[in-house]
């Protein structure tokens, strides 16, 4: 697969990744090279890229334990604190072997220690591969407010290796398609057509998939990296979905939900919104939330969760002047941006979704 160029780097794929990385190791003169993994890819992936990792540089492996409850800056404090023992410098590079926890927050550690050094992204999740390590966009929660601590830093380059998919959980698997349905959805009606026939789908199927879904979202970035127009059309589905994820992850009476999972909900709660504005049909609509619901598990809200989940959407990213900005669909394959829904509108898409 050719190499996708994104703002000062690329991502690459396959059997490209371990020649750049090579390479990249070779002539960046780096001191030391730090391996940043959670207590899963450590395991499953990081004797994979060892093993391809070609360099007389030393290296250290960093640890920590897996799970978006850890995507904190209490664990930040302990990586830093790590890297100074370790005698890491502003030549000192970090590759981020792991899903979308460990691209985030690592990416987020590297930027900023030291004020700021080399990263590279080595993304293990479907989610991962389409969204999380594409961007620039580093962070960690604040509690369990998502995403509230970051930086927009891009990574020397993003390696994409589909053959660590197979270590993945069928569950993980969903959650990272949810964002190439969503990047479907925002921009390319045909690729979101394609995913109504997952069950004959092959492996090169999946990798053609994956590749489209970087694409769209590498156009979306490139345009806009820091987020001011364009690029607020990839939160669509996270405004409430992000919302749902805080709340599930705070209450123990909820399942707690995979970031794809609670963006699903999203979508097909947006898409309510986008319904009711009249920027997308009755049928469109249908269509989205008859694809979402027959590969998600459905979510259960009382009237006291979804007060609390529409409380916290005062604290979404986008807002503007205190007021919530939504991102909502015109059609399949467009959206319209900074869009203000009231909340009874927001009661109404609950009431739809649990029907």
């Known amino acids: 697969m050719q190499q996708i160029i994104s703002n000062n780097h690329s991502v690459f794929f396959n059997e490209d990744c371990f020649f750049y990385l090579s390479d990249a190791l070779k002539d960046g003169n780096y001191s030391k090279i730090f391996i940043l ?3 899963e890819t450590v395991n499953h992936c990081v004797p994979s890229v060892l093993s391809n990792m070609q360099t007389n540089i030393p290296f250290e492996i960093i640890e920590f334990d897996a799970g978006e409850e850890y995507k904190t800056m209490e664990t930040c404090m302990q990586i830093w604190n790590v890297l100074i ?4 410098d ?3 590079v970090i590759i981020n072997v792991g899903g979308g926890v460990v691209t985030d927050l690592g990416g987020f550690v590297a930027s900023v220690f030291k004020r700021g050094i080399d990263f590279i992204n080595i993304p293990t999740s479907l989610l991962a591969m389409v969204d999380a390590s594409v961007g620039g966009k580093n962070g960690i929660d604040l509690g369990a407010l998502k995403n509230q601590i970051g930086t927009i830093t891009n990574p020397k380059a993003v390696l994409i ?4 998919l197979e270590t993945l ?5 969903r959650s990272g398609l949810a964002e190439m349905l969503k990047h479907g959805l925002i921009q390319d009606a045909e690729y979101w057509q394609l995913f109504k026939h997952l069950d004959e789908l092959t492996t090169e199927h999946l990798d053609a ?6 694409e769209i979202k590498n156009n979306v970035v490139t345009q806009d990296l820091t987020e001011t127009g364009i690029r607020k059309a990839l939160n669509f589905g996270h405004t409430l979905g992000h919302a749902i994820e805080s709340y599930c992850l705070e209450n123990q009476a909820m399942p707690t939900l995979l970031h794809g999972e609670a963006i699903a909900v999203g979508m097909i709660l947006e898409s309510y919104l986008s319904l009711e504005k009249q920027f997308i049909t009755y049928d469109q609509y249908l269509d989205i939330k008859t694809t979402l619901n027959n590969l998600y598990d459905k979510v259960n809200f009382n009237e006291a969760a979804i007060n609390e989940i529409v409380d916290l959407l005062i604290y979404d990213k986008k807002n503007e002047f ?3 900005q939504f991102c909502l669909l015109n059609g399949i394959g467009d959206v319209m941006l900074d869009q203000q829904v009231s909340n009874e509108l927001i009661y109404n898409a609950f009431k739809d979704y649990e029907n």
């Not at 959980?169 to 698997?173: D, L």
């Open 37 to 39: 993994a959670d207590s």
């Open 85 to 88: 023992e370790l005698g890491a």
């Open 90 to 92: 502003r030549k000192s």
């Open 161 to 164: 290796h589909t053959g660590f």
């Open 169 to 173: 959980p069928q569950v993980q698997m």
């Open 209 to 214: 998939l994956i590749y489209r879904s970087v």
């Open 322 to 324: 205190g007021k919530i």
